[in-house]
């Protein structure tokens, strides 16, 4: 293995390590499997540590390029490069898949189908952010539906067909017009290359139909107000470790498609349709955050809050401003870590009372002071509160829109108060007060592998929220790149 060949590791490795999981289906290899899918992901994850070890931070291009002849006849190419945007998102993948391996460690039905299914769809996901292919990057795009679509329908709640179906129809439709808009792209260019469309040189009629076609795709993937009903049923009937991915993962590659198509290839189009835009972000983070208050079901209230966060990352992104841009990006991240966290926390609580109803509990400090004092820190952190990641991204995005317009950035201010209200009411509501259902008297507190995953993910987001600079320096370059392409363009900054 060489550093040239760095990308197709972390891609295959995970990916062939799941199949591998499949063959050990039989009830003797119970253990074995858990270890082996253990230490693939770990594996997988030590596998991309040296892309930032090696990443220069100068260099605003392609790194760690893998590029040879797939289908020569169309010109299709296996083509892999990650920038400084790319690269936090493949370490975030690599580093999810080793927790949600461990929180998975106690599921019982057909586990080594279950267990094979994470790692195989974390090898697709990390290829969805190498593809510089535009083929490569629709594949992995499409075939990550697959092994999502069996862990709601398969190991999901009640209704898990009914919200496996709707998420993957939601999905693959709105990639149909994606694929359009791929097809006109190599008629024109007669390359695949998504960097070469990139400098296309495209009228602002064609410009106006791709990003027409990719916003399809992509704002269901995010998922954007008005196509988000899906993502409120994926999340409520998914299992722990499938909401964990869904929502720190799998968002990301709606609001990635943004950065990688529409944004660098119809630049003057992201600015003709970037008023509609703004204002579809502010109903996702405004409105959605009210409904989010509402919430009876814990899972429920947790999935409309990624809405309202993710509704903070586009309105970062068409926003223009390089400051919202970063924001946008660093809210992803730390999106990925707090939304994995909250819903690990729920999961905990379902594991021992089997409800995720908010009225089920109360008082549940007094049984369980350690999960509560991880529960008080990522609602904390979910709310924005400064000193944890949460703070960082958001603060970014509203001084950004702030300087693009006062009252994009005033309104987007008061989801701060928002988060905060549906943050503490549920605290208040599942943890303190007194104990009035008899049940929770009886439960236990925080294992030492509960308290490990919980431990990782608090560390992080404390981390990143003192010292985010970690964060943002690798990514200087590339957003400075970025935001040049978008100056070069006809949008008034």
């Known amino acids: 293995m ?163 179906f709707k998420f993957f129809l939601y999905t693959l439709m709105g990639s149909l017009l994606a694929l359009l808009a791929i097809i006109y792209l190599f008629n024109v260019s007669h390359s695949f290359d998504i960097l070469a469309w990139q400098k296309l040189p495209l009228s602002q009629m064609s410009q106006n139909f791709i990003f027409i076609a990719f916003f399809a795709a992509f704002a269901v993937k995010i998922p954007m107000w008005p196509v988000h009903t899906w993502l409120p049923d994926a999340h409520v009937e998914a299992p722990t470790t499938g909401s964990v991915v869904l929502a720190a993962i799998m968002l990301k590659l709606g609001a990635y498609g943004f950065l990688r198509f529409s944004m660098p290839i119809a630049p003057d189009a992201s600015a ?119 703070f960082v991204g958001e603060f970014m995005v509203i001084l950004g829109a702030l300087k693009y317009q006062f009252w994009i950035g005033a309104i987007a201010a008061t989801a701060l108060i928002l988060g905060a209200s549906y943050s503490l009411w549920m605290i208040k509501r599942v943890a303190f007060g007194e104990i009035t259902n008899p049940q929770v008297s009886e439960m236990k507190d925080l294992n030492s592998r509960e308290f490990l995953i919980l431990s990782i993910l608090a560390g992080f987001v404390l981390f990143m929220g003192v010292y985010p600079n970690f964060f943002t320096n690798l990514m200087q370059a590339t957003v400075a790149e970025f935001m040049m392409h978008i100056v070069k363009s006809k949008i008034p900054l």
């Open 2 to 164: 060489n550093s040239v060949s760095l990308l197709s590791w972390a891609i295959f490795l995970p990916i062939m390590s799941g199949l591998i999981v499949l063959t050990l289906g039989h009830d003797r290899f119970t253990s074995l499997r858990r270890w082996f899918a253990l230490l693939a992901a770990c594996a997988s994850f030590i596998l991309t540590l040296p892309l930032y070890l090696n990443f220069d931070t100068t260099q605003a291009g392609m790194q760690f390029i893998e590029r040879s002849s797939w289908f020569t006849v169309y010109n299709i190419q296996y083509y892999l490069g990650i920038d400084g945007i790319s690269l936090w998102f493949v370490l975030l993948t690599a580093l999810i898949t080793v927790l949600v391996v461990i929180a998975a460690w106690t599921v019982e039905h057909k586990q080594h189908q279950y267990l094979a299914s994470f790692l195989i769809l974390s090898g697709l996901m990390i290829g969805v952010f190498c593809a510089l292919d535009a083929v490569l990057f629709y594949v992995y795009f499409e075939a990550t539906l697959i092994p999502m679509y069996l862990i709601i329908g398969v190991w999901g709640g009640e209704r898990r067909v009914y919200a496996a």
């Open 272 to 390: 003709y349709f970037a008023t509609p835009m703004i204002v579809l972000s502010l109903i996702a983070v405004v409105y959605i955050g009210v409904v989010a208050i509402v919430q009876k079901d814990m899972k429920k209230l947790v999935a409309y809050s990624s809405i309202a966060h993710m509704g903070f990352v586009t309105l970062g992104f068409f926003t223009f401003n390089a400051l919202a841009l970063q924001g946008g990006i660093v809210q992803m991240i730390s999106h990925g870590f707090i939304s994995a966290a909250m819903f690990l926390c729920i999961g905990v609580l379902y594991d021992r009372l089997h409800t995720r109803e908010i009225a089920s509990y109360g008082g549940v400090v007094h049984v369980m002071p350690r999960y509560v004092a991880f529960l008080v820190l990522f609602s904390m952190a979910n709310s924005g509160l400064p000193a944890t990641s949460g």
